[in-house]
């Protein structure tokens, strides 16, 4: 019984460079390929790109905590203790959580908000299919998400238009302390106060998530703040993701003309391409991990209190994984397996909302645009660990 | 154990019994020498050897001893009520001084090396994992052992293994006092390149075979201590699937999901983290009665039939054939 350790590579690229993050798909490969486990000169963390490697970690949560946070320090060693939140948690706190979110959002009573999601997703492609063009993320992505979320939650309308840069503020925070950080974090408080008001208990409408979580206060699952913090992750986490998931598969499909017409043949496959587009344009690109134990990941010592960054991007497009076609788009191709929502442990409570959010918009629009392509070049965001467009315009046909 | 016969006799080795201990309730361990003064040959760990008893019974005992010192061998023998008398000889009629003739060291339970390990042990079947633990530990893996047991005093070796690693490696779970082992929290969750061993009655692996259907293949190891108590953990007998859409029927293995046996089919299924945990494999039941192993549906839809997880789920005992929505 043996394994032969070696050292990581030592790579000198900064993940966070914004040329990187405008094009990040070369730079994924060039640090799949450096080596299992590479040492990341620009941040002072291990990095971990190719898929066995991603998935040994997310899961195995007792050598990889998530209780140091999802950014590049250490938050245990934060002078100001605050309670940790669901993703910065791990057991026994994290079960708690856990438990009292998935009792409110399951298969169940997600199924159940198919009803109220559609109408949305009608109203707003049947107005776009009109015309010759649109933006993609402007007049589609970015309003939908937002039309059917908040009321899930059932917040009030008041304080809405700070859940956007206070999710882009949350996520950031999953990078270093740089540029772009500090850009989202500019109005910080005043995004942070307004959110935080929205969470509690006298804000919620009577059914909604918001509701049922501040529920299990009186079952006494969980405590008054915690309740507080689990709101405010479903709002920090619910909303940015889902915008860059519909976005994404957008820009994916609007390159695949042929995958377009195919699936207005069979719209049943809808939710196979919107799983594929997750795959290939993953919206949660990389966080980290804090190592809990000594431990040897990919033929590589690593020691306790370092930090790991995970780029699921980069193990969804792993061609050890996925094959050498792995860069591009394929309907045939079972994407099962992707790490986009992450896996074991923290994985996406979220998930089949969002599932469901993507199929609906794709679904409806699919049912009234004949053919979608590029008209531009599509922005892409500056986010430390998101991936998505600013804009992307594109021109349709209207289907007859 | 195992009992199939081997195809050749092995090679004997006459021993003198060291001595008799009883390291918990009904359990006695044999500390065995060779009679000549020899060293035993090399083992590995999860081996067994054949016990020759006098009334002409063959018995496979695991070792239990440390493979440091070839010097003696150590077993250890649970009385068992309803035994054709093997134990009950072992127990009752064996003393220290006495002679026995035993086999060489055999394995059908190797230990195959890996980063990370996850031991399982009900009752006696902690002996073969015994030697397992100290392999894993001298080449520095990381591992976890829960050993199950009625209480305390009927769990052989729990103390020493306790002093010896310490309890945050060996958890140690009397029914007694906090209940079986929550097999559901410990193997919820499918870990990376962790392997399962597990040795213990038939009930606790059929139900540990489930609760890893979910893993990734070939991580479970298995050892029956006693080969005809099959117990049964769930339906595991192969059932038909009939795929609503197309009229396909595919026929569903004991050692493989349903979701396995549709793709292979050439069905398309949304799946994602195919332990029954995400929900994502969700799929409408036309007829037929499903056993929910998954942990995604609350009990209401579980009880309600319409929906089922075939990443894990399996066809009710009693229904043969299952139609779905795919
Ligand atoms: C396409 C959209 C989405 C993507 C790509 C996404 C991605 C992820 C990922 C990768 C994680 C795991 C983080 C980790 O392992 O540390 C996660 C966790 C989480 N997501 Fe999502 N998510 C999406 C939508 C949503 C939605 C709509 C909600 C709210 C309803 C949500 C709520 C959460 C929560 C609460 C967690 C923490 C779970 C835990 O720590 O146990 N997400 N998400
Ligand atoms: S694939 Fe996750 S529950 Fe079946």
Redesign the interface.
């Given at each position: 019984?043996?394994?032969i350790l070696h050292e990581p590579a030592i790579f000198t690229e900064d993940p966070f460079d914004p040329a990187v993050i405008a094009d990040p798909y070369p730079f994924l490969a060039r640090l799949r390929e450096a080596g299992s486990v590479s040492y990341l000169e620009a941040t002072g963390s291990y990095a971990v790109a190719g898929y066995?490697e991603v998935?040994?970690v997310l899961?195995?949560?007792e050598?990889y905590s998530s209780a140091g946070g999802l950014g590049p320090r250490d938050i245990r060693k934060d002078e100001a203790w605050r309670p940790p939140s669901i993703l910065e948690s791990d057991p026994p706190i994290h079960t708690v959580m856990r438990r009292a979110l998935?009792?409110v959002i399951?298969?169940?009573t997600?199924r159940a908000l198919r009803g109220p999601f559609t109408p949305p997703a009608v109203e707003l492609t049947t107005a776009l299919a009109k015309l010759q063009g649109f933006d993609a993320i402007t007049d589609l992505a970015e309003k939908y998400p937002l039309r059917v979320f908040p009321d899930a939650v059932g917040i009030p309308e008041e304080g809405r238009e700070h859940l956007l840069p206070y999710g882009n503020m949350v996520f950031n925070a999953f990078g270093p302390e740089n540029y772009i950080f500090k850009q989202a974090f500019a109005q910080g408080d005043a995004h942070a106060a307004a959110v935080m008001k929205s969470c509690q208990r006298e804000s919620m409408d009577e059914v909604g998530f918001g509701a049922q979580i501040w529920a299990k206060v009186a079952e006494g699952l969980i405590s008054e703040q915690q309740a507080t913090l689990l709101v405010r992750a479903l709002l920090s986490a619910g909303v940015d993701t889902t915008i860059f998931g519909i976005g994404n598969t957008l820009s994916v499909l609007a390159r695949y003309p042929e995958a377009w017409a195919q699936l207005r043949k069979n719209p049943s496959m809808a939710?196979?391409a919107v799983?594929e587009a997750l795959r290939l344009e993953s919206p949660f690109q990389k966080f980290h991990r804090t190592v809990a134990?000594d431990?040897?990941l990919g033929g590589v010592k690593l020691e306790a209190g370092t930090k790991v960054l995970v780029f699921l991007g980069a193990a969804n497009r792993d061609p050890r994984k996925w094959g050498e076609d792995a860069d591009s788009f394929s309907l045939d191709r079972?994407s099962?397996?992707?790490v986009a929502?992450g896996?074991?442990?923290h994985?996406c409570v979220g998930?089949?909302i969002a599932?469901m959010e993507m199929e609906i918009v794709l679904q409806q629009l699919l049912e009234r645009v004949q053919t979608i392509e590029p008209a531009g070049a599509p922005v892409p965001i500056i986010h430390n660990v998101l991936r998505g467009f600013e804009s992307l315009p594109v021109s349709i046909t209207a289907a007859r | 154990m195992p009992v199939t016969a081997p195809s050749f006799a092995p090679a004997t080795i006459d021993t003198v019994i060291e001595a008799v201990e009883h390291p918990a309730q009904s359990v006695a361990s044999l500390v065995l020498r060779r009679s000549d003064g020899q060293q035993f040959p090399a083992w590995e760990a999860g081996s067994h050897i054949d016990v020759h008893l006098e009334n002409g019974l063959i018995r496979q005992y695991s070792l239990c001893s440390s493979r440091q010192s070839l010097s003696e061998l150590r077993i250890g023998v649970l009385r068992t009520p309803d035994s054709r008398g093997g134990s009950a000889h072992v127990h009752d009629a064996l003393r220290a001084g006495e002679t026995l003739r035993i086999s060489a060291p055999r394995n059908n339970f190797p230990l195959v090396d890996s980063r990370k390990y996850l031991f399982l042990a009900g009752g006696i079947g902690i002996t073969p994992i015994i030697p397992m633990l100290e392999a894993v530990e001298a080449a520095g893996r990381q591992w976890v052992l829960y050993y199950g047991g009625r209480s305390r005093d009927t769990m052989a070796f729990a103390r020493e293994l306790e002093a010896t690693y310490g309890t945050e490696k060996v958890k140690i779970i009397a029914e007694d006092v906090e209940g079986r082992l929550n097999l559901q929290e410990i193997l919820g969750m499918p870990r990376a390149h962790m392997l399962v061993y597990a040795c213990g009655p038939g009930g606790m692996l059929g139900a540990i075979e489930d609760f890893c259907m979910g893993w990734p293949p070939g991580v479970l190891h298995t050892e029956r201590f006693v080969a005809n108590d099959l117990g049964a953990g769930g339906n595991t007998e192969p059932f038909e699937v009939e795929l609503s859409l197309t009229g396909t029927t595919v026929t569903v293995d004991t050692h493989q999901s349903i979701l396995e046996a549709v793709e292979q089919a050439g069905a398309r299924v949304l799946s994602s983290c195919r332990a029954g945990l995400c929900g994502t494999c969700e799929t409408r039941i036309v007829s037929g009665e499903a056993e929910h192993r998954d942990a995604a549906l609350t009990e209401a839809d579980k009880d309600a039939g319409e929906v089922m997880m075939v990443c894990v789920s399996r066809a009710a005992a009693g229904c043969s054939r299952l139609v779905l929505e795919l």
């Open positions: 019984m043996s394994t066995e998935y040994e899961t195995d949560f050598t998935t009792g399951n298969p169940g997600v939710k196979f799983d134990v431990t040897v079972s099962s397996g992707h929502f896996m074991g442990l994985q998930q089949p599932r | -």
